[in-house]
């Protein structure tokens, strides 16, 4: 749990590992460089691993006790901060997970999307939501071709946004001060303007 140390925090954030079973944790480098991008905004970070990684009790679930575990996570932070707003940010599998379970929880107010993995996973979940989104893809992720993400985006719009970084692998390898930066300033500007729309 990462929280602003000088001052009360604008919002709160649960942040979603990849894939378990390839090697995904709450200390994953891009999930880490998003809880510090939260941090530099004033808002405060939850990250925490999915059943079965670490000390964590159970098992892999293919995705539904893992939605569950984002559930068990959103609740912890809402517990903790009743009067904040709660976003959620996932990563690969985290955002497959993560996204099905923050689009379905009115507490959360806005998501941010990293490196879908879209040749695995349907992510049709999140037509009828006008929550504000950040989607950040790399040019060169292979798990996320460019055409079918364009296409998610714009069945999308107005209230997702996407960012290409151009030259960028699934992992965002050498790359992470450009996501960092990316999720801040997203964050920073909902957390601030407390409402339902991030100018474009």
Request: proline fraction near 5%; aromatic fraction near 10%.
């Amino acid at each position: 749990m990462s929280e602003p140390i000088r001052r009360p925090p604008l919002a709160a954030a649960v942040l979603c590992h990849p894939h378990p079973a390839h090697g995904g944790t709450m200390n994953n480098r891009v999930v880490f460089r998003a809880g510090k991008a939260a941090f530099g905004a004033g808002v405060a970070a939850l990250r925490f691993n999915f059943r079965g990684v670490g000390a964590s009790t159970g098992s892999f679930d293919d995705g539904v006790g893992e939605r569950e575990d984002v559930t068990v996570a959103t609740d912890w932070l809402a517990a903790r901060y009743p009067s904040l707003q709660l976003s959620l940010v996932g990563f690969s599998f985290g955002a497959w997970v993560g996204l099905q379970a923050g689009s379905a929880d009115d507490r959360i107010g806005a998501m941010i999307g990293l490196g879908l993995p879209i040749n695995f996973y349907n992510f049709d979940f999140l037509m009828g939501s006008n929550k504000p989104m950040l989607f950040i893809a790399g040019t060169r992720d292979e798990f996320c071709p460019a055409a079918r993400m364009e296409r998610l985006a714009k069945r999308l719009r107005p209230a997702a946004r996407l960012e290409w970084i151009e030259g960028a692998d699934h992992f965002f390898t050498g790359q992470l001060d450009r996501v960092q930066s990316l999720i801040g300033g997203f964050l920073g500007e909902w957390a601030r303007e407390g409402t339902t729309q991030i100018s474009r």
